[in-house]
């Protein structure tokens, strides 16, 4: 029943008011979109961060020249798609400058969203204890959907240890040990100091570089830092 106080609007009459109202709230509606776009680009893109350095001290492992002119640090999560995304690159970029780079990699396990997260990062110490700490990190993300979707990722890695050539019983312990497991706490430790929160993330000079997953982005990043 119509409301005594309400004016009849016609079919036609609704349309002519609808079409003006839907093109500004899709006018509206993309430029909100390009205003993220837009943010994200900016906030999230610079080539280095303007805060202030910081030190980063003990823990890490290192491939590369000890006396290499500039040192990229990676904080990052062994089950971390962009992290696997990333791999190809640095290992790349390394190969590029083997006498002026060098790559310091700390543990990041973000176990609150990637469920396999520690115990790959325990399967790169336990290798690392047998000195094959750097080919378990290449195969824990050459295969990384393999264990990292696995409900029971453990005989996955000790295959994995297999083919490196590692002493198998001695990963199994190793991979259960509170000593590794702290050691990887360490790492965590001091991504939480530095306030990190996500993966990967780049840092030279003490300062954090956000670099696309891309060798043009990769080498300007590096020659920036080889020419200061």
């Given at each position: 029943m119509m409301q005594p106080w309400a004016a009849p609007v016609s079919i036609g009459g609704m349309?002519?008011?609808?079409?003006?109202?839907?093109?500004?709230?899709?006018?509206?509606?993309?430029?909100?979109?390009?205003?993220?776009?837009?943010?994200?680009?900016?906030?999230?893109?610079?080539?280095?961060?303007?805060?202030?350095?910081?030190?980063?001290k003990g823990g890490g492992h290192f491939?590369?020249?000890?006396?290499?002119?500039?040192?990229?640090?990676?904080?990052?999560?062994y089950e971390c798609p962009s992290c696997g995304a990333y791999?190809?690159?640095?290992?790349?970029?390394?190969?590029?400058?083997?006498?002026?780079?060098?790559?310091?990699?700390?543990?990041?396990?973000?176990?609150?969203?990637?469920a396999n997260a520690m115990i790959g990062a325990m399967a790169a110490e336990a290798a690392g204890e047998q000195n094959h700490f750097w080919e378990m990190h290449d195969a824990l993300f050459e295969h990384q959907r393999e264990w990292g979707e696995s409900r029971n990722p453990e005989p996955i890695l000790i295959n994995l240890a297999s083919g490196i050539g590692?002493?198998?019983?001695r990963f199994?312990?190793?991979?259960?040990?509170?000593?590794?497991?702290?050691?990887v706490l360490q790492d965590v430790s001091m991504a939480d100091k530095l306030q990190l929160n996500e993966t990967p993330t780049f840092l030279i000079d003490g300062q954090r570089v956000y670099i696309k997953a891309s060798m043009e982005d990769f080498v300007q990043v590096v020659e920036a830092h080889l020419h200061k």
């Open positions: 349309q002519k008011f609808l079409k003006p109202t839907i093109v500004i709230v899709v006018l509206v509606a993309l430029a909100a979109g390009a205003a993220v776009l837009l943010s994200r680009n900016t906030d999230r893109r610079p080539e280095v961060s303007t805060t202030p350095p910081v030190d980063i491939r590369g020249p000890e006396k290499a002119q500039v040192t990229l640090v990676e904080f990052g999560d791999h190809p690159f640095v290992k790349e970029i390394l190969s590029r400058y083997p006498d002026k780079l060098r790559l310091e990699f700390h543990h990041f396990p973000l176990i609150g969203v990637h590692l002493d198998l019983n199994m312990q190793s991979l259960r040990s509170p000593a590794l497991q702290q050691r």
